[in-house]
């Protein structure tokens, strides 16, 4: 990225990113699109969240300023507050105050005014505080189009839920969606049980006000999903502005731009991943991560380790700290010569590096966009939210992956995943796969590229900011 101390910039931007792994990234590439066609950026999460990161390379880039609201729970964050609903309802309160005083504060530092609060959808309340203080505001939704039209549409009672029990086996029909199953759809709007309505009342929350957002922005690009973006643009001021993966790794315009620079948990394998990697022999490796949230039972955990043994291929497999209990005795020791079990890695290093030859992911958007973008087949295994919408796409849309089969209870057996990985690794169907992985990933190429789709909505985006605030919006 070029120096930021000597530009001028024509708008200021506030991103305020929700506290996780899977929504901070985003926010943050989209910043440094945005700071490349010199918009000034403030990115912001919460006091807890910022404190409580192992790594954050980002204090030492002049062009995106870090600065934090309270969520109420400064000390301990979510632990601290003992549940969802304590949470969220104390990060509307606690956060819309301190939002509001960050951009007072902010104006009255000398910094030029904030024309914009880029917010994450999910948090709704910024959007007012916005329109309280007399500034734009933008809709940022980290999840594709699909998954936001299927919950704008059971927001609407548009799609009657909960689903009876014989009801959608043919599939669920939605305009400019395929048929989708009700394992397709979004876990929380089929779940039944308290915490899926809370979970299901927040996807529902990004729609209460978003009337009122000047812009929707959308981390997904408009070629891979053309037919949905169309039918959300009649509604909102839409623009897909994604694939939000590091530039260097795709069109290679922001020179330092080579990974996220924020990671909620340790890279200390780093190394150890990367020298693993370098010996073995090219698309021979299974990477095997879910995320940064997703928990598999014990019992999923030993379908996952047999499957991969009896597999025989070589695999990389993510087990964070707090699953770590869950792995078979001895299991480590008995793969030495084929695995290695870490407890987090560089993922867009690994998804790079030319020995990996296919990917078990729980389908969260991240990872999805990120397989694609990096050209690498997945086996998807989605566990909630809109995991089971990507995999339906991965799978019938895109064909860039597979699918496991479960059970009633949504269980997969080594024996599925042993064969699903033998699929990607081993057959002519996995060949043709790894060319339409090949194909998207030259179209997202283009898509975020000089001139491209998202290219030129970001564009737009910024030319729209810089004639509002001519006219006059601004801080009351
Ligand atoms: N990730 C990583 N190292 C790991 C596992 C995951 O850097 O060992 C990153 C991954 O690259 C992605 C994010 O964590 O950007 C996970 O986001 P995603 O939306 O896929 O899933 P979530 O964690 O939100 O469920």
């Known amino acids: 990225m070029e120096n930021g101390t000597t530009r001028e910039y024509v708008g200021h931007c506030l991103v305020l990113a929700l506290p996780a792994q899977g929504h901070i990234s985003p926010a943050l590439q989209f910043s440094k699109r945005l700071v490349q066609k010199r918009v000034r950026v403030t990115l912001v999460s919460t006091i807890y969240f910022f404190n409580n990161l192992p790594q954050n390379d980002i204090t030492s880039d002049s062009n995106i300023t870090l600065e934090t609201i309270s969520c109420g729970f400064d000390e301990g964050g979510y632990e601290e507050a003992g549940s969802l609903e ?13 939002l509001s005083e960050l951009v007072r504060r902010l104006a009255s530092s000398g910094a030029p005014p904030v024309d914009c609060i880029v917010y994450d959808s999910h948090l709704p309340w910024a959007l007012d505080v916005a329109k309280g203080l007399g500034l734009m505001g933008a ?5 594709p189009c699909a998954v936001d039209s299927v919950y704008f549409h059971a927001y609407n009672k548009w799609m009657k839920l909960p689903l009876e029990e014989d009801e959608g086996k043919d599939g669920i029909s939605l305009p400019a969606l395929p048929l989708l199953a009700p394992s397709d759809l979004p876990s929380f709007l089929c779940g039944y049980d308290e915490s899926d309505s809370f979970k299901r009342e927040l996807g529902f929350n990004q729609f209460s006000n978003i009337d009122k957002a000047d812009w929707v922005l959308v981390n997904s690009f408009y070629e891979l999903e053309h037919e949905v973006v169309e ?18 790794l795709m069109d290679k315009r922001i020179k330092d731009d080579t990974n996220y620079g924020i990671s909620l948990f340790n890279n200390n394998d780093e190394e150890a991943c990367i020298k693993w990697l370098n010996h073995k022999p090219k698309g021979s490796v299974v990477y095997v991560s879910f995320g940064s949230l997703a928990t598999l039972s014990e019992n999923q955990m030993e379908e996952m380790a047999l499957g991969l043994k009896e597999s025989e291929c070589y695999f990389l497999w993510i087990v964070r700290e707090s699953e770590e209990s869950k792995l078979p005795k001895d299991f480590t020791k008995m793969t030495s010569e084929k695995g290695i079990i870490v407890k987090w890695c560089p993922q867009l290093q690994v998804l790079s590096h030319e020995a ?44 860039i992956g597979i699918r ?50 998202s290219d030129q909505n970001i564009d737009q985006f910024v030319s729209d900011l810089v004639h509002s605030s001519q006219k006059g919006h601004g801080l009351i």
């Open 86 to 98: 304590a949470y969220w309802d104390s990060l509307r309160h606690v956060g819309s105050r301190t």
């Open 139 to 143: 809709s940022f939704m980290t999840q």
């Open 231 to 248: 039918w959300m643009k009649k509604i909102w001021p839409l623009k897909t502005i994604g694939p939000t993966v590091p530039s260097m």
């Open 356 to 399: 990996v030859g296919c990917f078990v992911t729980h389908c969260g958007w991240n990872s999805t966009l990120e397989a694609l973008c990096l050209g690498v087949p997945m086996v998807g295994v989605p566990q909630w939210g809109d995991q089971n919408t990507n995999a339906k796409f991965i799978k019938d849309v895109w064909k």
């Open 404 to 453: 496991v089969q479960v059970d009633e209870k949504g269980c997969f057996t080594r024996q599925e995943m042993k064969e699903c990985v033998k699929e990607i690794m081993k057959s002519e169907r996995g060949k043709e796969i790894k060319k339409n992985v090949m194909y998207w990933r030259n179209v997202a190429i283009n898509a975020i590229g000089e001139g491209g789709s």
